[in-house]
């Protein structure tokens, strides 16, 4: 499922369901909005873009969980690209040699990259180049090997 931020949704709960739970991953602090008359009244105002882990609740327990991704509303003057294409573009300007100020300074996480040496940037450049094709579903299926026993089981 995929949301934007700076908006207001009214998701349907499935019958039951008496709140959700959404919570930024890696790790966040949970939000927790109740149904009201069998609909989820979520705001994305303030939240920050990324993936989000949800789960929905009845009066047992957990009855629905999965992820979300909320992007950045571009009319909120949010950037629409995820972190691994912005990181990806600022490698590639590096390389180039017309990096700026900002782009040779990259910071994911508690990970930075500054002037990096060629096989460093090429190293990560393989490496976001790989997470956007995962992103843009474009990324090869896996590798599989298959053997066949001679004899079949014993």
């Not at 949010?78 to 990096?99: C, F, K, M, V, Y």
Request: hydrophobic residues 40%; glycine residues 8%; aromatic residues 8%.
């Amino acid at each position: 499922m995929v949301y934007y931020t700076d908006l207001s949704y009214d998701i349907p709960a499935p019958p039951g369901a008496e709140k959700l739970a959404l919570m930024i991953l890696p790790s966040g602090t949970p939000e927790v909005v109740a149904a009201e008359n069998g609909v989820f009244h979520l705001s994305t105002s303030g939240k920050t873009a990324g993936r989000y882990a949800y789960q929905i609740f009845d009066a047992h327990g957990v009855m629905l969980s999965g992820t979300l991704e909320l992007r950045n509303n571009i009319l909120s003057g949010g950037d629409p690209r995820s972190q691994a294409e912005i990181t990806l573009e600022a490698i590639d300007a590096a390389l180039a040699n017309r990096a700026t100020v900002q782009q040779r300074r990259i910071s994911v996480g508690d990970k930075s990259i500054e002037y990096s040496t060629l096989s460093e940037l090429l190293q990560w450049r393989e490496h976001y180049a790989r997470l956007v094709r995962i992103e843009q579903g474009k990324a090869p299926a896996l590798r599989r090997e298959i053997y066949i026993l001679n004899g079949g089981w014993k």
